[in-house]
């Protein structure tokens, strides 16, 4: 049987300006998509329609190919040391420009609940930084992570690799809560 993974995603390309600028908001666009029928497809279920629900994860899966394929195209996706080099990247510019900008904008329109999200997505990115750098170490030697879970706070995304604290530090949401990878 012929191998159905065997078709790769688009090569990157040099397309000119703004066709790259179209692929990028595209990506953007297709990413959004995928992640508000997540969310869309948790309440479909909350609500009772469990069909619904695997509609709205199902069309959320060829959203996120679609994204792939765009980000394919862009040149987004290297080998492991290029992709944790660009996340930490992607997770520093957040801690130390995005976030901070966009919060003093929250702050100045008095946007509680923006400030909120901010400072969850902030804390975590902080997370995420330590992580990917200790693990781009590990990679350039050629060594994997260690095997422990990774966990993560369901409300405000806080990471840890190993056990879950018995308490959330940045939300109080329990340990038990954490979704396990
Ligand atoms: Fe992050
Ligand atoms: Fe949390």
Known sequence: MADPFRNTPPAPEDKGVMTAQNIAAAFAGESQASQKYLAFADVADSEGYPNVARLFRAVGYAEST???NHLSVLGGIGA????????WGGETFEIDEM????DAVAKLQENKSAQ????YALKAEMDHQGIYDSTLKDVKGKKDLEAKPVRVCPVCGHTVIGDAPDECPQCGTAGSYFKEF
Not at 99 to 102: E, L, R, S, V
Not at 116 to 119: G, Q, Y
């Open 66 to 68: 679609h994204a792939r």
């Open 80 to 87: 492991t040391t290029e992709n944790l080099k660009a996340a």
């Open 99 to 102: 976030y901070p900008a966009y």
């Open 116 to 119: 909120t999200s901010i400072r």
